[in-house]
């Protein structure tokens, strides 16, 4: 297992955040992936618009997983409506 974090920006409301912080914990809880810390930035404003918005609402978590899981993570997270957009970067170790 190697050690990830992952920046998530969702569309700013209460209820798309409600929703993707609830789809992301079963996300992440799921298939041998860990969730060493979860931190809530909350609502900024964008450096640049994204899908129409200048604001978002930043999740920043730190995972434990498998190169797979993180591929996987990739293809769901592009289906998503709440999620504008997302990074994953391996930690150093």
Partial sequence: MRK??????????SEDVAAGREFLRTLFSGDGC???KEEQTGDRELAYEIKKSK???YLTYELEAEPRHIQ???KTLKLRNEVMKFLFVRSQE
């Fill in 55 to 57: 604001r978002g609402y």
């Fill in 34 to 36: 860990k969730t060493l």
């Fill in 4 to 13: 990830y974090e992952a920046v998530i920006i969702l569309r700013p409301g």
């Fill in 72 to 74: 996987a993570f990739d």
